[in-house]
């Protein structure tokens, strides 16, 4: 595709400055349009996740714009999940067998600026922060903006506009509202609300509880969850139902009724956040949502990319990934040398979509397995075994959660369809006392792939 196009790219976020910056590299002609101020310069971090869990497939794309160095210094190893019970006892479960397969926490902020600062080092990329677009006229190519500085609206085209406007998408919302061609949509909300907490660093600037982790607190119903960051803190999540439950969002209303929850569920998370009724009355409660829809592009004029396209629950820590891996496959499209942008959108959401929907199925299953799960004994012991076997058979074996988090060359579909084979494998096996997990760990694992095809054959 000829690179004296414009494109127009609605939100400056993760994936936006991303694809800036690589369609920048490209040599096309970007302006990318941002409704938030330039956080580089202004605080807007307020309420949203502060940090994040980065692994290979966000590495992969990273490494395809040339920043795999800069961007692993904004990052912190998690090597495995710290469990802790109601007691205070922790235990640390490892991600992965392979010494090498790590999860890191990252900030979003220290990310997104790294990003627009690469970005806007190439004389074609243009950044236009206070911009609000409210709304996208497909059929010509033209999306309507509101200045918030100078209060007034503004119409800019472009060759082509590419939406990366995040979960409330203005594109997505054009294309519903427009009613000018079939687009499915569907959004589904969880029960759960989040609200985000800090664990602060010691006085002399050192982490409180163990650094290179990512900590749970599983109590079935709900859970809660920090994450380090480079200053020493922690970024705290509480995850809780809305209206259900003995303890809910809507029935912690008073600074007593959350101290008692927190002694009671979280007593050693509660010991080390003299800070938690502060945090807790200050910062907003937020829902969490699936989105899917299709198609995502109209003709070659428009297309939607990122959470604007396929928002997730943050449960398997891959919405920001997938997104980067947007910006990754559609770079490969551009690389197949085609001349339309109808068959480049076309080609992009056929190859990618089948894979966003899975990791959408996938990150719901992963909310189960976090709040509950991995508090159940049977849970536990599947766990150890699979480590050991990704120890033992490094080439072998790899457990649902390393192909989907640290096997950037499978798509989410495959890792879904294989690793739930497996995953259910090994439960039968257990719970039908056929392997043992001090047992002989060849014949284990001849016993679990033998079950995983049969399993996969009947599907
Ligand atoms: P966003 O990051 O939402 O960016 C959209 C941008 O567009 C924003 O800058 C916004 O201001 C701008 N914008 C919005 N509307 C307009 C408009 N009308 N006009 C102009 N600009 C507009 N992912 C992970 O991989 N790992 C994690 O650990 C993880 N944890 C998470 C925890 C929580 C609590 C949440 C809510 C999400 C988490 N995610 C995680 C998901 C991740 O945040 C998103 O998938 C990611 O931010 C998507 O990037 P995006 O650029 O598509 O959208």
Redesign the pocket.
């Known amino acids: 595709m000829n690179n004296q196009q414009n494109i127009l790219i609605?939100?400056?976020?993760?994936?936006?400055?991303l694809l800036a910056l690589r369609l920048g590299q490209r040599g096309y002609n970007v302006s990318v349009?941002?409704?938030?101020p330039d956080l580089r310069k202004v605080d807007i971090s307020s309420g949203?996740?502060i940090?994040?869990?980065?692994?290979n497939r966000?590495q992969k794309a990273m490494k395809l714009v040339g920043l795999e160095k800069k961007v692993k210094a904004l990052c912190i190893p998690m090597n495995g999940r710290m469990i802790h019970d109601t007691h205070g006892n922790t235990f640390l479960s490892n991600y992965s067998g392979r010494e090498h397969e790590y999860i890191n926490s990252i900030s979003?902020g220290g990310l997104?600026t790294l990003l627009l600062d690469e970005a806007e080092k190439h004389e074609n990329v243009k950044v236009f922060f206070n911009?609000?677009?409210?709304s996208v006229d497909f059929e010509n190519t033209t999306a309507l903006?509101k200045d918030y500085t100078s209060k007034k609206e503004f119409v800019e085209d472009a060759d082509v506009i590419i939406a990366?406007?995040?979960?409330?998408?203005?594109l997505r919302k054009s294309y519903y509202l427009g009613k000018k061609f079939l687009f499915s949509f569907s959004q589904d909300w969880l029960s759960h609300g989040?609200k985000?907490l800090a664990i602060l660093p010691k006085e002399n600037g050192d982490y409180k509880t163990y650094k290179n982790a990512l900590h749970i607190w599983p109590r079935g119903d709900f859970m809660l969850i920090a994450?380090p960051n480079l200053d020493g803190s922690f970024t705290v999540?509480l995850f809780l139902s809305y209206d259900e439950g003995e303890y809910n969002f809507n029935n912690l209303n008073t600074e007593n009724r959350v101290l008692e929850f927190f002694q009671k569920e979280f007593p050693d998370a509660l010991s080390i956040m003299p800070n938690l009724l502060d945090d807790f009355f200050t910062n907003p409660t937020?829902p969490?949502g699936t989105i899917k829809c299709s198609p995502w592009h109209y003709k070659g004029n428009t297309l939607l990319?990122?959470?604007?396209a396929h928002?997730?629950v943050?449960f398997y820590?891959?919405?920001?990934?997938?997104?980067f891996e947007d910006v990754t496959e559609f770079d490969k499209v551009l690389d197949q040398g085609y001349n339309d942008w109808e068959t480049i959108f076309k080609t992009f959401e056929k190859n990618r979509k089948r894979d966003t929907d899975a990791i959408a199925d996938l990150a719901i299953d992963n909310f189960h397995e976090m709040k509950d799960h991995v508090a159940n004994p049977i849970f536990q012991e599947k766990r150890k075994l699979e480590m050991a076997l990704e120890k033992e058979f490094p080439d072998e074996y790899a457990s649902k959660y390393s192909m989907v988090t640290f096997n950037e060359n499978i798509g989410y579909r495959e890792a879904m369809i294989t690793g739930r084979a497996q995953d259910k494998a090994i439960l039968n096996l257990l719970t039908d006392k056929k392997i043992d997990i001090s047992g002989d760990l060849k014949s284990n694992l001849e016993k679990i792939k033998k079950e995983t095809e049969a399993i996969l054959e009947d599907d």
Do not use: H, V, W
Request: proline share 2%; with cysteine.
């Open positions: 609605i939100g400056a976020g993760l994936c936006g400055s349009y941002e409704k938030r949203r996740s940090n994040l869990a980065f692994s966000g979003r997104n911009s609000k677009c409210l903006f990366a406007d995040g979960a409330g998408s203005a989040y985000e994450l999540t937020s969490l990319m990122g959470d604007a928002a997730i943050p820590g891959q919405g920001m990934n997938a997104s």
